[in-house]
C-alpha cells in the first residue's frame, strides 16, 4: 500500500534517498532534530525489492569487532524507545549460539564482548539446546541477550513515528538526478526537490547514486537466497520451544559463515541462510533463471545435516534478498569528500538491520555537523583508495 498522500512542497531542511531501515532510522533522528525531511523511496511501500523486508533479522550484542559491540546498547534501547513510542512488540529473546573451532580469534573476540568466560563444549551445547550437534571439538558462545526483531514491523514502526513528528515520505518515487551544490537538487519521476543537505541511504542502488556525484566506492551488490527448511518434528524449532538463533565463525563447513533463526515467518520451517551470495544488478535480479546454479543450497544442505539434524536437508521455501557489500564487511558513514552537505550511508553488508537506531542517529549527526556519538574511522570512505574520479 502507498504511504498516505502528504502535500507536496519543493523546498527541506534534508533530503534522504531511501526508505529502508537505514534511511528511515536517519529520517526518524532528523525528525526529533526538528528537522523538515523528505524521504524519498523509489518502489511503492512496502515493497521486498531491497534489503529491509522479511519478518526477521537476528540482534545480538556478541560482535567480534568492539566499534560494533559498544553501539549494541544503544542500539538496544532505541529498539525498546521505538516499541514504547508505537506500542509496538518488535523484539523476542530467543538468545543465540556463536558456533566455531576453539581458539578461532572471532569467536574468542565475542566471548570477550559478552564479558563470559566459558565456551559450551558439543555435549553443554546438546544438553541445552538438543537442536544443535556440534562436531568434535568444536564450541560455542552463548549471548543470552540475543533475539529476533521482526523487520516489516520495524520498518513500519520507524517510519509512522517519522511521519508523526512531521517529516514527509513519498513512495513510488524513482530519483533521476542529483545535482550537487549548497543547496542541493533532487529530480524525481514526480518533482524537483531542494536541500541544503542531502543523505543517500539507497541500498544496492546507491553505486549508481554516487558516481553522479564524483565517487567510486567498492559497493557489490549480492543476490542472496533465503531459505527455509521443514523441521522433522513440527513444533522442534519454534518460538514456543527453546531454539536460539545461530550464526557461525570460521568452520570450514560453513564459508563465509552460516545463520539461523527460529520457526517464526513460516510455521514448521527455520530459516537457515548462507551469508554470501551471488554478484548481482539489483534492478535485475529476479532475472536469475530457475536452472541456474546455487552453490549455497548445497553448502546449506550439508551443514544442516551434520550440525541441525531435527531439519531436512533440501529447502522447503527459498526467497531472495540483496546484501551491499564492501570489500571489509565494514559499513560507509561518511560526508562526500568534496561536497561535504551530502552523508552516504551504505555497504551494510548483511549485518545492518540491528544496527540501524545507531546507523541513523549517526548519519543524523554528520548531516547537521555535530560531533558523531562513536569513532568513525572504520566507516570513512577514505580507507578505500583511488574512490574519488573525476567529481563533477
Not at 162 to 172: A, K, Q, S, V
Not at 199 to 218: M, S
Request: glycine letters at 10%.
Amino acid at each position: 500500500m502507498a504511504a498516505p498522500s502528504q502535500p507536496q512542497k519543493s523546498t527541506y531542511d534534508v533530503i534522504v534517498i531511501g526508505a529502508g531501515i537505514q534511511g528511515s532510522f536517519t529520517a526518524y533522528h532528523l525528525a526529533q532534530h526538528h528537522q523538515d525531511t523528505l524521504l524519498l523511496e523509489q518502489f511503492l511501500l512496502p515493497h521486498s525489492r531491497g534489503s529491509s523486508h522479511g519478518q526477521s533479522r537476528i540482534i545480538r550484542s556478541a560482535y567480534p569487532q568492539q566499534y560494533y559491540s559498544c553501539m549494541m546498547p544503544d542500539c538496544f534501547r532505541l529498539w525498546q524507545q521505538l516499541e514504547a513510542e508505537t506500542g509496538t512488540t518488535l523484539y523476542r529473546q530467543t538468545g543465540l549460539v556463536v558456533l566455531g573451532p576453539p581458539g578461532e580469534p572471532e569467536l574468542e573476540a565475542c566471548r570477550r564482548s559478552l564479558g563470559v568466560d566459558e565456551f559450551l563444549d558439543a555435549a553443554a551445547l546438546s544438553r541445552r539446546f538438543p537442536g544443535f550437534r556440534l562436531q568434535a571439538g568444536q564450541v560455542a558462545v552463548l549471548d543470552s541477550t540475543a533475539g529476533v526483531l521482526f523487520a516489516d514491523r520495524a520498518l513500519r514502526a520507524v517510519q509512522e513515528v517519522f511521519r508523526r513528528r512531521g517529516g514527509t515520505l513519498r513512495d513510488g518515487e524513482k530519483v533521476l538526478s542529483i545535482q550537487p551544490g549548497a543547496t542541493v537538487t533532487v529530480t524525481t519521476t514526480a518533482g524537483v526537490y531542494k536541500a541544503p543537505r542531502l543523505i543517500i541511504t539507497a541500498g544496492a542502488w546507491t553505486g549508481a547514486f554516487v558516481e553522479q556525484l564524483g565517487l567510486r566506492l567498492p559497493l557489490q551488490p549480492l543476490r542472496i537466497d533465503v531459505c527455509y527448511w521443514r523441521e522433522k518434528q513440527p513444533g522442534s524449532a519454534g518460538l514456543g520451544s527453546v531454539t536460539p538463533c545461530f550464526l557461525t565463525l570460521g568452520l570450514s563447513q560453513a564459508p563465509h559463515g552460516i545463520y539461523g533463526l527460529p520457526s517464526i515467518e513460516y510455521p514448521g520451517l527455520m530459516k537457515v541462510c548462507h551469508h554470501h551470495g551471488s554478484p548481482t544488478d539489483p534492478d535485475k535480479r529476479d532475472q536469475v533463471p530457475s536452472s541456474a546454479p546455487r552453490p549455497d543450497i548445497s553448502v546449506l544442505s550439508s551443514f544442516i545435516s551434520s550440525y541441525l539434524p531435527g531439519l531436512e536437508t533440501q529447502p522447503a521455501v527459498m526467497e531472495t534478498c540483496l546484501y551491499t557489500n564492501t570489500p571489509d564487511e565494514d559499513f560507509i558513514l561518511d560526508r562526500h569528500p568534496k561536497f561535504s552537505n551530502i552523508v552516504i550511508g551504505a555497504g551494510f553488508s548483511g549485518h545492518g538491520f540491528k544496527l540501524a537506531p545507531v546507523v541513523g542517529k549517526l548519519l543524523c549527526e554528520l548531516s547537521l555537523g555535530e560531533e558523531p556519538s562513536y569513532n568513525m574511522a572504520h566507516f570513512a570512505i577514505t580507507r578505500f583508495p583511488g574512490v574519488l574520479g573525476a567529481a563533477q
